[in-house]
């Protein structure tokens, strides 16, 4: 479930930016200078990435017929995916 809430949240994020940057083609926003296509791609990229490791285990394991990974066992994985952006993002890796 975290996977498919953090995936639901970088695709929205992308439209976002993707829809600003529409909008900075016409003029009809102020400019902004870090918002390129490149974060786009990066952040629907983050977004597969998120729906990937999320929906994977569950469908592998239906598809096995065993029992799907437990909730500690997503937690890691979920914080081994994302925790590096975050303990970068308080200064712990440099």
């Known amino acids: 479930m975290p996977f498919h809430v953090a995936g639901i949240a970088f695709l ?15 003029e009809l926003v102020p400019q902004v200078s870090w918002i390129t296509w490149t974060h786009i791609h990066f952040v629907t990229i983050g977004a597969f990435t998120q729906l990937l490791f999320g929906t994977l285990p569950q469908l592998t394991a239906r598809k096995l017929e065993r029992p799907g990974p437990s909730a500690p066992a997503i937690g890691t994985v979920f914080l081994g995916l994302n925790g590096a952006s975050t303990a970068r993002g308080r200064g712990a890796v440099q």
Do not use: H, I, K, T
């Open 12 to 26: 929205f994020v992308g439209f976002a930016l993707a829809l600003y940057q529409g909008l900075q083609g016409f």
